[in-house]
């Protein structure tokens, strides 16, 4: 799946102290930083499309009610109707450019998250792409340049599946079982 820009490697900032990443990331050569959570969808995805720099890094994720609805339905608080609802209406964005899938993730201390959400995050969508979905530490500081020499050290890997591809077999995802099956058939 390429890229809104075609020009800049879009990343998504997701987890607790977006907008402190936001901000240890302002004011850096070659990065645009777009605050945009809870900005309606093509907005957001307009903003990303217009932005002329290496680095479009936003706090936007076009999967957050896909996300909240799989964990939901894990912690046995919503029904597998309301994840698959979800499903649906992110393929629908994305079909109609409405969304964007953003070219990398950077989780914001996982290891602190809840349970689930670092299943979710670290299995059920890192899963797909692996190597785009990343691990890091909230910044300590506006000054903390961490984040920067994540950006700068972006593995390459092939980009994600379109999410037609994958995203209606999210609700199968199990925490603490995606990819086993995987590994076993590839073992075998």
């Known amino acids: ?17 977006t907008e402190d990443a936001l901000e240890a990331l302002g004011g850096l050569r070659g990065v645009d930083v777009l605050p945009l959570r809870g900005s309606e ?12 720099r290496p680095w479009i890094v936003h706090d936007a994720d076009p999967l957050e009610h896909v996300a909240a609805a799989w ?8 029904t597998l109707g309301v994840l698959e609802r979800e499903v649906q ?8 450019d409405e969304a964007v899938m953003p070219d990398y993730y950077i989780v914001l201390d996982p290891e602190g998250a809840e349970t689930t959400w670092r299943h979710w995050w670290c299995g059920a969508l890192g899963h797909h792409a692996p190597k785009r979905v990343l691990p890091a530490h909230r910044p300590v500081s506006s000054r903390d340049d961490a984040l920067a020499r994540v ?10 599946p379109e999410p037609s591809s994958w995203l209606p077999r999210i609700p199968f995802e199990i925490p603490d079982r995606v990819g086993l099956r995987d590994r076993r058939e590839t073992a075998a």
Request: negative net charge; charged residues 20%.
């Open 1 to 17: 799946m390429e890229n809104v820009t075609g020009r800049g490697t879009v990343v998504a900032i997701v987890g607790d102290a």
């Open 41 to 52: 969808p093509g907005l957001a995805t307009r903003r990303i499309g217009a932005a002329q």
């Open 71 to 78: 964990v939901e339905l894990f912690e046995e608080r919503s």
């Open 89 to 96: 209406a992110a393929l629908e964005q994305f079909e109609m």
């Open 151 to 160: 950006l700068n050290a972006l593995p390459t890997s092939p980009p994600w």
